[in-house]
Each structure stands twice: as C-alpha cells, then as structure tokens.
C-alpha cells in the first residue's frame, strides 16, 4: 500500500470518528434542551401576612412521570391541616411542561424546620431522571419589599396583590 492511500484512510477515519462525536454532542444537546427539569422551590406571598409555599414545577419541555417523592422531614411536620401531608399523593402523577402543583405550609413551622430536603425521581418514556434539591425555607424571611400605604383593609388586600404579581415579573 502506497503513502497516499495510508493518508486518505487515515484522514476519511478521522472524518468518520468526527462525525460521530458531533452526532453524539448534538443528540446530548438536543436532549438535555427537551428533557423534563422537576424542580421543587418555596415562594412567599404576603396579602394580609406572610405565606409559604412549597411548589413542584416541571421547567423542561417534556412532560414526565413522578416515580419517587421522598422529603427528610417528613411534609407532615409542615401542614396547614393535621393528617393531610403535602404532596403526598405526587407519586405516580404527571406533570407536563410548564404545570406545577402547589401548596401552602405553616409559616411559624418553617421558621423552626427550615431546613428541607427532598429526593425526586421521575422518567419520560425514554429515560429515568433523579434529582435531589436540598431547600431553606427561612432563606428570604428576612428579605424586605416596600408596600404601598393603602386605608382600608380591602384595599390594603388588593394593593398587596397587585405588588406581589408585579414582583413576579421582574
């Protein structure tokens, strides 16, 4: 075999193991975009007085199915209505794109428990995900937001609102 043929072999397998790193990066690429990202937050509001909210949001493109939902505490601790455990029946539920399920928890609870931690496992039809989110809930206590001054209760109520949806936009 001659210098050139050696040359261009070795130049097309190059060509070859190129093409298939570049397949392999864009289908990594494509998947990590589309795949779903469960994700649990809390959030506050604050109408007439503060409150928490744990919430399980799907971020991602791709609905998927909730396998596993493991909290250290136990929810329980956190519940506004005794025997009713907050996202206790999540498992086994789909969330698509974009939906979330939400749920209020005792604030005074969360200033003594502020520490949780959950373990989430869910999957498409493809692929099995896990996911473990480690959460203060104290973590924006002490953060202060300006309120209009309002007279009236009614319209104290409507003014917080409307602040607190303007909030969520910034």
């Known amino acids: 075999m001659d210098t050139s043929a050696v040359i261009s072999s070795l130049i097309a ?9 570049t397949l392999q990066q864009n289908r990594n690429m494509v998947e990590e975009s589309t795949r779903p990202y ?8 604050n109408f007439q007085k503060p409150t928490k909210y744990l919430v399980v949001k799907n971020f991602g493109k791709t609905g ?3 396998t596993r939902f493991k909290t250290n505490p136990d929810l329980l601790v956190y519940t506004r209505s005794p025997g009713l455990r907050p ?6 539920s789909f969330l698509a794109p974009d939906q979330s399920h939400v749920c209020n928890i005792d604030f005074e609870t969360a200033r003594n428990y502020c520490n949780v ?4 496992l869910y999957e498409t039809k493809y692929k099995k995900y896990s996911d473990s989110i480690t959460l203060n809930l104290t973590a924006e206590s ?8 309002t007279e009236g209760d009614e319209l104290a109520i409507i003014s917080y609102t409307l602040q607190s949806l303007v909030e969520r936009q910034l």
């Open 13 to 21: 397998l190059i060509a070859v193991v190129i093409s298939l790193a």
């Open 38 to 45: 469960i994700v649990v937050y809390v959030t506050e509001t």
């Open 64 to 66: 998927a199915l909730i």
């Open 87 to 92: 996202f206790g029946k999540i498992e086994n």
């Open 117 to 120: 931690s959950f373990e989430i």
């Open 142 to 149: 002490d953060n202060l937001t300006s309120r209009a001054s």
